[in-house]
């Protein structure tokens, strides 16, 4: 069923200031609309709820990429396309370019944003494991002010956020000391097909290395979970082990407490399961390439 | 079509921008999409729709340069972009290049998938004017089609990289 258009509301404030008075005005009245990769869709199928919505798409506030010595930080617009071509993020953060690489074809790829990846709370969404794993941070703006916040713990339950009925996600901050040189970085998206696939499992995980021990290592996945999961104790198993059989079954076992997959349209629990183990074992091996 | 209401009507909105090069002015509700626009206000029905959903490409269009699935573009978001559509990419009686390989590799057969595969091909060889067979596989992930089996449509840019002055 498609939509009744007249009953759809899209503002378009003239500033970020407007858009978080007009926020503020009616907190949970007014959703932000970014490059409606997801909003669009909802709409075309009738089961678009809310009705009330403002575009941040023009507002340049929301967009760019800075670099300082400890941070890249993205505009919550930072679009797909844009966050590829940046050759910091391709040197140091090559997870999240994969995961943008291969979210939709390139025409999703130009208005599809990171902000809206993460404010819209799919626990399928392929960008969220490779956040978790790089410790990233989230900038919320209220008219009442900024705040960030760890976004690891962001999302609580199934769509449920840390983020108030006035406040937008204006930037995403990554600690580029969680990345670069001394990490090696794994990640992985199982889809049915190359182009467009949503994710049956998607797979981030980083390592540290030395003297041929496992120092640190962080792995988050998606769509194991009602939200993306940071598998904290199964990375923490492998602190100080060498990569071999041993590490491998033993972090297995830890994975296999950790994630509840889930049986959908798209994948069975036991698939799911048996291609995190298979993901978490090559994971582990590339460590040694 | 049916009289408005007195509410839809002042629920619809005026929106600026150009279209294949010529200021428009385009009204409609805030959240129409912008191939509905473009086909229905403008008769531009060049512009096909697949899906609806983003999948299939058939509504390609290119925004400031940047092509996108017009079907998941509200109108309201248009205010001030230059839209060029698949009537803006031949020039007068004289096709591209890329829709010239189409009719001689036979890249076409149905049609409607082929505005759109035009404008993701147009989109390659902007940027880069010596793709490599995987960059054309690419290129063309995000367009679907039912009816050729992809080779003659893959042939037909591969054509269309061998003219040589591959432009617009
Ligand atoms: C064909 C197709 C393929 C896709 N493939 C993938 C894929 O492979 N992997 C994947 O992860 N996703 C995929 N998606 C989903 C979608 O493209 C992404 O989730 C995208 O990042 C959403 O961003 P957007 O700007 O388009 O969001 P929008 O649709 O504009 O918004 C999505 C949600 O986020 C909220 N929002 C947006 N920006 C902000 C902000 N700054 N602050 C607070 N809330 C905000 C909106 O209110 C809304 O609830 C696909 C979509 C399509 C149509
Ligand atoms: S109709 Fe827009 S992508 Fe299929
Ligand atoms: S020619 Fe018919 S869909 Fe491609």
Redo the contacts between chains.
Sequence with gaps: MR?Y??A?????PASLDEALRLLASAPGEWRP?A???DL??L???GKLEHRK?F?I??LDELRGIEETIEHITLGALTTY?ELQSNETMRREFPMLCVAASET?????Q??GTLGGNIANASPAADSPPALIVYGAELELVSARGARWIAYEGFHTAYKQMRMEPDELISRIRLPRASAGDNWKQYYRKVGTR???AISKICFAGAARLGDGQIEEARISMGSVAPTVVSCTKTASILRGRRVNKETIGAAQGEMKKEIVPIDDLRSTADYRLQVSLNLLEDFLLSLER | MPEATEKERSGKVVVRCTVNGRDAELSGFPMARLLDVLREELKLTGTKEGCGEGECGACSVFINGKIVNSCLVPLMQVEGARVVTIEGIASDEQLNAIQEAFIETGGAQCGICTPGMVMAAVNLLDRNSEPTESDIRAGLAGNLCRCTGYMKIFEAVVRACQHSGVKR
């Design positions: 939509a258009l007249p759809y509301e899209l503002q378009r609309f490059g409606g990769t669009m869709v709409l075309e199928a919505f575009s798409w023009h396309t939709g074809a390139i025409a999703i130009n208005r190359k182009a467009q």
